[in-house]
């Protein structure tokens, strides 16, 4: 059997132009990978497949999710696959791991008590021996400005990002390499220049 024919869908140029027809989403993938890939590495480009793997709409789920990002042995974030009709719209959510103690010396704060503080979040603690049972799922939701806002607030300091990735990096290389995107994932990586690029512009 040739290589082209062992691609996994998901890591197949046809999945990442398929999700590229949807541009106004494929811009906010692109973003949320993005911020957790520049949260995780001093240079994600050279991570590439080697620390982190990045599926385009795979089949977890019954294809509901529009990619899965994975640090090492563990997904770190995914988010749903673009609607089919508008009835769908207000369910276009996202689920980003986190660090729990990182997170709680970040905001003082219980895992626990996040919630009432962040009432458009929601906040799952996971006992992963992947994670050393440090990690905590933050779900939000992508089309909701006050979520997205909570969001931005609550990751302001970027540091339980980078705790959980800095535990998974130490595992070596996770199983997924045959899902990799390298289409999306240079997408992702070009995002990545535009807003470095756009910030130096802005420092002159």
Known sequence: MSKEHMTNPSASEESFRKLESNPDFLDL???LVALYLDAAFDDPAAAEVERWTLSCLPATNGG????????????????????????????????VYVSTSALEDC??????????????????????????????VIGLWILDDESIEQFTTLLDDLRPIRALADRLEARG????????????????????????????????
């Not at 770190?76 to 996202?94: C, F, G, Q």
């Not at 219980?110 to 021996?129: D, I, Q």
Request: hydrophobic share 40%.
């Open 29 to 31: 993938y692109l973003d």
């Open 64 to 95: 509901a999710r529009a990619f899965t990002l994975n640090i090492g042995p563990m997904e770190v974030l995914y988010a749903a696959a673009p609607p089919e009709t508008e009835d769908e719209l207000a369910r276009m959510w996202a689920r």
């Open 107 to 136: 905001t003082q704060l219980p895992v626990a008590g996040l919630s009432e503080k962040y009432p458009a979040l929601t906040f799952e603690p996971c006992r992963l021996a992947s994670a050393d049972g440090d990690a905590t």
């Open 173 to 204: 290389k996770g199983p997924y390499e045959q899902y990799h995107n390298r289409w999306f994932a240079q997408a992702v990586l070009e995002r990545l220049q535009e807003v470095a690029d756009a910030a130096l512009d802005n420092e002159n």
